[in-house]
């Protein structure tokens, strides 16, 4: 029994039956606060950054203090509860007349958005934003700190055709068909390459909650929060009503932890770049000595991610990408390992713009041992030009 894990689904009737982080020490809890915040900031809803930035970073706010690590926070966006990661970008409304309750049974406050068309669709804009809507989801789930939890058939895009309450549907509403069809497998395809990240990488599943500022008597500080022009977000701008995209770098080799066998935890550095606006935002590329930028992988343009593998210091280039990654040279960065804008020239932008589809760039090929990189999932929310990234 010693090595059961204790998970609580903290709700119940009445009032104060909410009890999300107040479980004791050695209990895991089902974080909703995590569920709401993901869901506001990827629907584009105003003052919800700083909120998404707690719940990306392992909401510290509800496990630090009672003696918990990241790993309490069982992260997740949907559960056997309420719509389907797929129906959450199709659906504004819940549709759950064929429960026989005159649709009055069900979460009426999904937070949900159906991109521009409720329902079924052959609107190209449309299904396209949705579908990188939902990799915005499951990359932002698998790449937060704490415990990721996937709703299965999330992983390749299944619908209950907005029905968030299935409970008497002994068909297919709730039946889960494995017969994957091409864009299912590709989808897929790209859960999994979240996966392996999520493992490979310290920085993604740190023991100990991040500290924010200087550690071990140096400058070097364990996370930085970047505005798009590449300096560091300032208290005005995390009170602004009107912030929909981030930065986060993680250095790799400023964890003040160690390992089972008393070794201090250094890996790959990643760097994370949001953005849920309506809009194109250009965002500054933090520069790392004399390192590359280099694309991992694409949540827009299939074509994009195979094409342009590797960008230099100072060079500018358009295309269609939302995901990308600088390789470093960890030898080189020991010098300064922070993330800085350079003062010595230009250095290349990431755009917010129309994208396609998803794939993984290069991650066969790398070298844990001798490269680090970033990576950014870029997305955005909403309707009218429904963006989502380039480099410029």
Same mark, same amino acid.
Request: aromatic letters at 10%; glycine letters at 8%.
């Given at each position: ?11 119940? &009737? ?31 809803? $105003?003052?919800?950054?700083? $909120? ?28 056997? =509860? ?6 959450? @970008? ?6 759950? @007349?064929?429960?026989? +309750?005159?649709?009055?049974?069900? +979460?009426?406050?999904? #937070? ?5 068309? +409720?329902?079924? /669709? ?7 934003? %949705?579908?990188?809507?939902? !990799?915005?989801?499951?990359?932002? #789930? ?37 017969? #994957?069809?091409? +864009? ?12 392996? &990240?999520?493992?490979?990488?310290? @920085?993604?599943? !740190? ?25 560091? *977000?300032? =208290? $005005? ?17 400023? *964890? ?6 008393? $070794? ?27 390192? !590359?930028? /280099? ?11 195979? !094409? ?19 390789? @470093?040279? %960890? ?9 800085? /804008? ?11 713009? =129309? ?10 090929? *790398?070298?844990?041992?001798? #490269? ?21």
């Amino acid at each position: 029994m010693s090595q059961v894990k204790l998970i609580a689904e903290p709700w119940d &009737l009445g009032a104060g039956g909410y009890q999300v982080g107040n479980f004791p020490f050695g209990w895991m809890e089902w974080n909703g606060k995590y569920r709401d915040a993901v869901r506001r900031f990827w629907r584009g809803d $105003e003052g919800s950054a700083s $909120e998404f930035a707690t719940r990306l970073s392992g909401s510290s706010d509800l496990y630090e203090q009672s003696g918990r690590r990241p790993y309490a926070s069982v992260n997740f966006v949907t559960s056997h =509860d309420g719509f389907t990661m797929r129906d959450l @970008v199709s659906y504004s409304e819940k549709h759950n @007349v064929a429960n026989g +309750e005159n649709n009055g049974d069900g +979460e009426k406050n999904n #937070l949900s958005w159906n991109c521009g068309a +409720e329902g079924p /669709t052959d609107d190209p804009a449309v299904l396209s934003l %949705r579908k990188r809507q939902h !990799r915005n989801l499951l990359a932002t #789930l698998l790449l937060s700190q704490g415990v990721p939890m996937i709703l299965a058939g999330d992983e390749w895009g299944r619908t209950q055709q907005g029905n968030n309450n299935p409970y008497c549907q002994d068909n297919e509403v709730s039946w889960l068909d494995w017969n #994957l069809d091409a +864009e299912q497998s590709a989808l897929l395809e790209f859960v999994c390459t979240l996966v392996r &990240l999520k493992l490979d990488e310290p @920085v993604l599943h !740190r023991p100990k909650f991040f500290q924010g500022r200087p550690i071990r008597g140096t400058d070097i500080r364990d996370i930085w929060w970047l505005e798009s022009n590449g300096q560091e *977000m300032t =208290d $005005e701008s995390w009170g602004s009503s009107f912030v929909r995209c981030l930065g986060v770098y993680l250095p790799g080799d400023a *964890m003040a932890d160690v390992d089972e066998r008393g $070794e201090r935890l250094a890996g790959n550095s990643l760097l994370l770049l949001l953005n849920a606006h309506t809009e194109t935002v250009d965002f500054m590329l933090p520069t790392c000595n004399d390192d !590359r930028w /280099t694309l991992l992988f694409d949540t827009a343009a299939v074509e994009t991610a195979e !094409r342009i593998k590797s960008l230099p210091r100072g060079q500018s280039i358009r295309s269609r990408i939302a995901l990308w990654c600088c390789f @470093v040279s %960890r030898k080189r960065r020991k010098s300064d390992p922070r993330c800085r /804008t350079s003062q010595q020239g230009p250095v290349p932008k990431a755009v917010l713009a =129309d994208g396609g589809f998803v794939k993984k760039a290069g991650i066969d090929q *790398m070298s844990p041992p001798q #490269l680090s990189y970033c990576l950014c999932p870029v997305a955005a929310y909403n309707a009218g030009t429904g963006r989502v990234a380039t480099l410029q």
